[in-house]
């Protein structure tokens, strides 16, 4: 890739994060609406079947805007606390802001790589929603993360399963790739290992159990997720985000002739979502526990 003048620090997830705090950011902005909302069902889930107690510490890995951040406040009350961790500033700064704004008091927020930062200790959970998946090396990561909660413990994240269960981000990755190529050479910064890293069940428990974790469980979640109000909207969101939106920001200025027909070919591959509720499509992730100890 031609990176040679681009500089993103010398971490091993520097790119990612650079990606995370610059272009994915204003992504997640202009769509916000649409993947909190269809991610909130899913954390809702997994909070549902491990559920913080009052007065519990709590992570919140890769916590971007810091709604479950806030959401995880609220349940283990006054006595408790929910510290967001992200690796973006930006990210971090909008999570400060509203959780202020909000008037949550027992949040914390932190901008840091989860992989390399200090944690701090004695966390009764990390939980994160879609917010693990994206570290140059998981086991290190994990095992970071590990460190911070007591002995006992539990991490519960959200990650996607597989793509073909994920016909959405699937999909439209398809039909990107069928006119256009991924380029050899980029100057935007990529977002990590990307979306599906964790989707394997074996690969993802021994990545556990390389980082210290025990009773590991796989609960799989399907519920479907709203893409967009309309189909414009869904074919705007795919292009912005996901290994589809991935593949057109990294050919920069080389997309632009291509994006009529590609907008064109992800309309007719999304219309059978369109319904009267909007663009609604299947979504799977698996929810993931792990106990330290
Ligand atoms: C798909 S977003 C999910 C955000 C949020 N959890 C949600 O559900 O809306 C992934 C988040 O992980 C963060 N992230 C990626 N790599 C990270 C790292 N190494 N350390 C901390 N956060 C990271 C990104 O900045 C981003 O906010």
Redesign the pocket.
């Known amino acids: 890739m031609s990176t040679a003048d681009t500089h993103w620090g010398s ?1 091993a ?1 520097a790119e ?2 650079a990606a ?2 610059g272009p ?2 204003d992504r ?1 902005v202009a769509f ?1 609406h649409i ?2 909302t269809g ?2 069902a899913h ?1 809702e889930e997994a909070l549902r079947l491990y559920p913080p107690q009052p007065g519990a510490r709590v992570l ?9 951040t806030q959401r995880i406040a609220g349940l283990v009350g006054p006595d408790g606390e929910a510290f967001g ?4 500033a930006r ?1 971090v700064e909008t999570a400060t802001a509203e959780a202020a704004e909000a008037g949550v008091a027992n949040t914390r927020f932190m901008a ?6 200090p944690l701090g200790e004695g966390f009764d959970m990390a939980f ?9 090396n998981p086991v290190v ?1 994990l095992r970071n993360i590990r460190a911070a909660l007591a002995p006992g413990g539990r991490l519960v994240m ?1 990650v996607w399963r597989r793509r073909t269960d994920n016909d959405w981000l699937y999909r439209a990755q398809q039909i990107v790739e069928a006119i256009v190529e991924r380029p050899d050479e980029y100057d935007d910064p990529t ?2 290992p990307g ?1 599906f890293s964790m989707a394997d069940a074996d690969t993802t428990s021994e990545i556990l159990v390389h980082a210290g974790f025990s009773d590991i469980a796989f609960h799989r979640c399907d519920i479907p997720i709203l893409i967009g109000r309309d189909i414009d909207e869904a074919v705007a969101l795919v292009m912005a985000m996901g290994p589809a939106g991935e593949i057109m920001r990294l050919l920069g200025d080389r997309a632009r002739p291509l994006e009529v027909p590609v907008r064109a070919a992800l309309r007719d591959g999304f219309a059978e979502f369109d319904g009267p509720e909007g663009v609604v499509a299947r979504a799977s992730t698996w929810i993931v526990s792990a106990v330290n100890g």
């Open positions: 971490g997830n990612a994060i995370w705090d994915l950011y997640f916000r993947v909190t991610l909130g954390g919140d890995v890769g916590c971007g805007f810091g709604d479950t961790v992200d690796a973006a990210f840091a790589d989860v992989q390399t930062a994160s929603r879609v917010g693990t998946m994206f570290f140059a990561a959200v977002c990590g979306p």
